[in-house]
């Protein structure tokens, strides 16, 4: 057996915030193996970033040990630097040179002479595929693109190891799989790699896994192995997709459930240890139309995430920040301000008669946008009804952003019709903003100002006024369980708050659509659940809403998705009917992703370019 090539024993790191201390790590003791992937996977804050820089030399712990390569990183640093690569999440590509001018600028911060930089890019740009893109300035590539070419820039010398902090996050499923394949050849050819992630699917296609939590090891080891101890537990519960919702809510209050999820066209169930087929068959029986069916299905990683968390009793959001004195929880909130479930789930309203109209509040015909000569979109048609979520998925890079803000009045169109709520886009953009809410990928708040501050902001600016204003304002810091964080500085807060937080202004104002941009990237599975309980009530209650995401797993929360490529729309329907169409004797189970993928190769061989 080879040494391991990282070994941490009893690591422990901690920062100062203001007046607060944050434990980043907090008694870290785990091995890497050599010429393996193993995933380092954990929720936003769960400590990835800060171990990848101490396994860099850059950061130094305040007690413990850590060993690369079998090289102290207190003490040899420059040669443990010399002898890995490293690619942070924001890896600093120069946008205004070309995709060979930022490899020339690293093969000079690297050493690399010049009688070898002709073979290496070449090799660089064979691998990658970016071959055809030398001469394309980094900041015209999309994301995907800028991935493969931060990874070009991080084997202009080969390491020994390769360290990838959560390159996948805002890439689509297609570049998403072109990193796998790249970095699987790099290990054939003996590299080993750490790749930190969020994506829970990801963690599946690691050999090992150290599962990271609040700067902790909850587990390590193989994934099929943390995913087998759940055999027994896991189920399908076939639904009508009119009743989803409904089934979701009665089956997540069932005594011995430890988790439910929309998958497709069922609900997935994961039970405890003291339920089998036979309880939850009898369970199901008074649950919606009653009479389900109900199927045993193999357990996956993210169950056994789940699982372990709430076996724990570990909080979903990812650090503690302190808190006013003067700030108490209440409505809902426990000492800690996580909302308790049955706050999220209180008052969940019944399906709104007015969903089952068939009435279309968005509505899209001929839509196109240009820059310039640049045609983004191209004629695109769709509709969405009131109460329905929409999924709006596709390839960076492919015109689905563009779409989007277009609906959401921030763009406008070149041509075609857009109607929101029946109000016309082209004529009246600012009337339709003061009808819609609108949460952006990135967080886009006041930073800094304080929780409160943002919300009194948001108010008025959907013009609350007066009492209704404030009791607008005490009903959301309420429901988000943001109450002791009320004076905190925005953007100090953990990103599970951060998103409640940005939740909570845009539908501040009660409004009928609901635009979502990329709304959980990051976030772990309990914090997802809770999020998206909240908009299964909304869309109950009749509120539309539209969602642009990668995480397939996702999508399937939506009641349809429409995928954009090359700026037109090139599939619509059901998670389930997108399935369907995609199933053959080589993938005769197919996921959402496995559909994506085989759909847009397909089209590219339909209409080559």
């Given at each position: 057996?080879?040494a391991?090539v990282?070994?941490?024993?009893?690591?422990?790191?901690?920062?100062?915030?203001?007046?607060?201390?944050?434990t980043?790590?907090?008694g870290?003791?785990?091995?890497?193996?050599?010429?393996?992937i193993?995933?380092l996977?954990?929720p936003?804050?769960?400590g990835?970033?800060?171990?990848?820089?101490?396994?860099?030399?850059?950061?130094?712990p305040?007690?413990g040990?850590i060993?690369?390569?079998e090289?102290d990183?207190?003490?040899?640093?420059?040669?443990?630097?010399?002898?890995?690569?490293y690619?942070?999440?924001?890896?600093g590509?120069y946008e205004?040179?070309?995709v060979?001018?930022n490899?020339?600028?690293?093969a000079?911060?690297?050493?690399?002479?010049?009688?070898d930089?002709?073979?290496?890019?070449?090799?660089?740009?064979?691998?990658?595929g970016?071959?055809?893109?030398?001469?394309?300035?980094?900041?015209?590539?999309?994301?995907?693109?800028k991935?493969?070419?931060?990874?070009?820039?991080?084997?202009v010398?080969?390491?020994?190891?390769?360290l990838?902090?959560?390159?996948?996050v805002?890439?689509?499923?297609?570049s998403?799989r072109?990193?796998?394949d790249?970095?699987?050849?790099l290990?054939?050819?003996?590299?080993?790699?750490?790749?930190a992630?969020?994506y829970?699917d990801?963690?599946?296609?690691?050999h090992?896994v150290?599962?990271?939590?609040?700067?902790?090891?909850?587990?390590?080891?193989p994934p099929?192995?943390l995913?087998?101890?759940?055999?027994?537990?896991t189920?399908?519960v076939?639904?009508?997709?009119?009743d989803?919702?409904?089934?979701?809510?009665e089956i997540?209050?069932?005594?011995?459930v430890v988790?439910?999820?929309?998958?497709?066209r069922?609900?997935?169930?994961?039970?405890?240890?003291?339920?089998?087929?036979?309880?939850?068959?009898?369970?199901?029986?008074?649950v919606?139309?009653?009479a389900?069916?109900?199927?045993e299905?193999?357990?996956?990683?993210?169950?056994?995430?789940?699982?372990?968390?709430?076996?724990?009793?570990v909080?979903?959001?990812?650090?503690v920040i302190?808190?006013?004195n003067?700030?108490?929880?209440?409505?809902?909130?426990d000492?800690?301000?996580?909302?308790?479930?049955e706050t999220v789930?209180?008052?969940?309203?019944k399906?709104?008669d007015?969903?089952?109209?068939?009435?279309?509040?968005?509505q899209?015909?001929?839509?196109?946008?240009?820059?310039?000569d640049f045609t983004?979109?191209d004629?695109?048609?769709?509709?969405?009804?009131r109460g329905?979520i929409?999924?709006?998925?596709g390839?960076?890079g492919a015109g689905k952003?563009?779409?989007f803000?277009?609906?959401?009045?921030?763009l406008p169109?070149?041509?075609?019709?857009?109607?929101?709520?029946?109000?016309?886009l082209?004529?009246?953009?600012?009337?339709?903003?003061?009808?819609?809410?609108?949460?952006?990928q990135k967080?886009?708040l006041?930073?800094?100002?304080s929780v409160?501050?943002?919300?009194?902001?948001?108010?008025s600016?959907?013009?609350l006024?007066?009492?209704?204003?404030?009791?607008?304002?005490?009903?959301?810091?309420?429901?988000?369980?943001?109450?002791?964080?009320?004076?905190?500085t925005?953007e100090?807060?953990?990103?599970?708050?951060?998103?409640?937080?940005?939740?909570?202004?845009?539908?501040m104002?009660?409004p009928?659509?609901?635009?979502?941009d990329?709304p959980?990237s990051?976030?772990d599975?309990?914090?997802?659940r809770e999020?998206?309980?909240?908009?299964?009530a909304?869309?109950?209650?009749?509120?539309?809403v539209?969602?642009?995401?990668?995480?397939?797993?996702?999508?399937e929360?939506?009641?349809?998705?429409?995928?954009i490529?090359?700026?037109?729309?090139?599939?619509a329907g059901?998670?389930?009917?997108?399935?369907?169409?995609?199933?053959n004797t080589d993938?005769?189970?197919?996921?959402?992703?496995?559909?994506?993928?085989?759909?847009?190769?397909?089209?590219?061989?339909?209409?080559?370019?």
């Amino acid at each position: 057996m080879s040494a391991p090539v990282i070994e941490l024993r009893d690591v422990h790191k901690r920062f100062a915030a203001g007046e607060r201390t944050i434990t980043a790590l907090d008694g870290l003791s785990a091995e890497v193996g050599s010429g393996r992937i193993t995933g380092l996977v954990g929720p936003d804050g769960a400590g990835k970033t800060t171990l990848m820089r101490l396994l860099t030399g850059l950061l130094k712990p305040d007690s413990g040990s850590i060993r690369v390569l079998e090289l102290d990183t207190v003490t040899d640093t420059q040669n443990i630097q010399a002898s890995i690569g490293y690619m942070p999440q924001r890896f600093g590509l120069y946008e205004d040179l070309s995709v060979s001018e930022n490899l020339e600028l690293y093969a000079d911060l690297q050493g690399l002479a010049g009688t070898d930089r002709k073979a290496r890019f070449d090799r660089l740009m064979t691998f990658t595929g970016l071959g055809p893109f030398r001469k394309r300035l980094a900041g015209r590539l999309s994301g995907g693109m800028k991935q493969k070419l931060g990874l070009a820039c991080t084997l202009v010398r080969p390491p020994r190891l390769l360290l990838l902090d959560e390159p996948s996050v805002g890439v689509d499923p297609v570049s998403r799989r072109e990193l796998w394949d790249i970095v699987h050849s790099l290990v054939d050819e003996g590299i080993s790699v750490l790749w930190a992630t969020a994506y829970l699917d990801e963690a599946e296609r690691c050999h090992d896994v150290l599962l990271l939590n609040e700067g902790r090891l909850l587990a390590a080891g193989p994934p099929q192995t943390l995913s087998e101890r759940l055999k027994g537990r896991t189920f399908a519960v076939r639904v009508a997709s009119a009743d989803r919702r409904t089934v979701l809510h009665e089956i997540r209050g069932l005594p011995h459930v430890v988790d439910a999820i929309v998958k497709g066209r069922d609900v997935r169930v994961l039970v405890s240890r003291h339920a089998d087929t036979a309880y939850l068959s009898r369970c199901c029986r008074n649950v919606g139309t009653g009479a389900l069916q109900v199927e045993e299905v193999d357990p996956v990683f993210e169950d056994a995430f789940i699982d372990l968390l709430k076996d724990q009793d570990v909080a979903a959001e990812t650090s503690v920040i302190s808190v006013s004195n003067n700030a108490q929880p209440r409505n809902g909130s426990d000492p800690t301000g996580k909302p308790s479930t049955e706050t999220v789930l209180a008052g969940t309203p019944k399906l709104d008669d007015r969903r089952n109209n068939g009435e279309a509040v968005i509505q899209v015909a001929g839509l196109v946008r240009k820059f310039g000569d640049f045609t983004a979109v191209d004629g695109i048609d769709f509709s969405v009804k009131r109460g329905e979520i929409f999924g709006l998925l596709g390839p960076n890079g492919a015109g689905k952003s563009t779409t989007f803000r277009m609906l959401c009045g921030l763009l406008p169109p070149t041509d075609g019709k857009a109607l929101v709520l029946g109000i016309d886009l082209r004529r009246a953009a600012a009337i339709a903003r003061g009808r819609i809410g609108y949460m952006a990928q990135k967080f886009s708040l006041y930073g800094n100002m304080s929780v409160l501050q943002n919300l009194q902001f948001f108010a008025s600016a959907y013009g609350l006024a007066g009492r209704t204003r404030q009791r607008k304002i005490d009903v959301e810091l309420a429901e988000f369980g943001l109450v002791p964080y009320a004076d905190a500085t925005s953007e100090t807060l953990p990103l599970g708050y951060k998103q409640r937080l940005a939740l909570a202004c845009a539908i501040m104002h009660e409004p009928g659509v609901l635009f979502l941009d990329e709304p959980t990237s990051g976030v772990d599975p309990l914090v997802r659940r809770e999020f998206w309980t909240r908009i299964n009530a909304m869309a109950a209650a009749g509120v539309t809403v539209m969602v642009t995401t990668h995480f397939m797993e996702e999508a399937e929360y939506c009641d349809r998705i429409g995928i954009i490529y090359r700026g037109r729309l090139v599939a619509a329907g059901t998670p389930q009917d997108l399935k369907n169409e995609h199933r053959n004797t080589d993938l005769p189970n197919p996921t959402l992703e496995d559909a994506f993928v085989d759909l847009i190769e397909h089209y590219d061989r339909e209409h080559p370019q």
